[in-house]
């Protein structure tokens, strides 16, 4: 079925440096979320793909969707203590053409040293 | 205010014991989910109701019983509960199906002993 690959699986950096971070399949999407995960908390939505070689920024954070349709990364510039949280990307699973229930990869552990 | 609620936020019980959660949406979304978090930290769909229709059950135990009594609340019952049901219970919903930006709410911490 549908998959998300998520690397890395966790990151340990020091504040002010820039991360990356991306999401592939062997699947073909038609949508890509990065979600951040605050310890504690529920996902909050921080970027939405909705075409193949988008690029779109929500301040320090960039997010592409890939031209095959199959991956995805997720930059963040000049991290800081309060990025420090679980990063998921998701995609609707495609059924027949339709897109249906979200999917969500194993998440990206941000940890950043102060 | 909140978007997204749910209660309780913590839940500790025994095996075999009956619980329910619940969750509320003021976003005037038509469609709620359930989502189960591991240990691991890996979300996993478990049900998803639309305007109080049940549109996706994934491969989830029948002492599992969503209940929506209408577009704003999908209460989730667990029977006879069991340790591996001990997980991070999330709510959450969007405006359209499945692909929408969906809003979770904060979570429910399940420990069955």
């Known amino acids: 079925g549908q998959q998300l690959n998520q690397s890395p699986q966790s990151m340990f950096i020091q504040e002010g440096e820039d991360v990356s971070m991306n999401c592939t399949s062997s699947?073909?999407?038609?949508?890509w979320l990065w979600y951040k995960q605050d310890p504690g908390e529920g996902p909050v939505l921080l970027i939405a793909?909705?075409?193949?070689?988008e690029l779109t920024s929500n301040g320090r954070l960039t997010a592409q969707f890939g031209i095959t349709r199959k991956d995805s990364f997720l930059n963040i510039s000049a991290s800081i203590p309060s990025d420090v949280g679980i990063y998921f990307c998701?995609?609707?699973?495609?059924?027949?053409?339709?897109?249906?229930?979200?999917?969500f990869g194993k998440g990206t552990k941000l940890s950043v040293k102060p | 205010d909140t978007a997204v609620s749910q209660t309780p936020k913590y839940l500790v019980t025994q095996m075999g014991n009956d619980k329910s959660i619940k969750c509320e949406q003021n976003?005037?979304?038509?469609?709620m989910y359930w989502y189960k978090q591991d240990s691991k930290k890996f979300l996993k769909i478990m049900f998803s109701?639309?305007?109080?229709?049940?549109?996706i059950n994934e491969t989830v135990p029948n002492r599992f019983s969503p209940k929506s009594p209408d577009k704003a609340h999908l209460n989730l019952h667990i029977n006879s509960l069991e340790l591996g049901d001990s997980a991070v219970y999330f709510c959450?919903?969007?405006?359209?199906?499945?692909?929408?930006?969906?809003?979770f709410g904060p979570g429910t911490r399940l420990l069955v002993l």
């Open positions: 959450a919903s969007s405006r359209d199906r499945g692909w929408g930006t969906q809003y």
């Open positions: 699947s073909i999407f038609n949508t």
């Open positions: 109701y639309n305007n109080k229709e049940l549109i």
């Open positions: 998701a995609g609707p699973k495609i059924y027949g053409g339709s897109q249906g229930n979200l999917i």
């Open positions: 793909l909705y075409k193949a070689g």
């Open positions: 976003l005037g979304h038509d469609t």
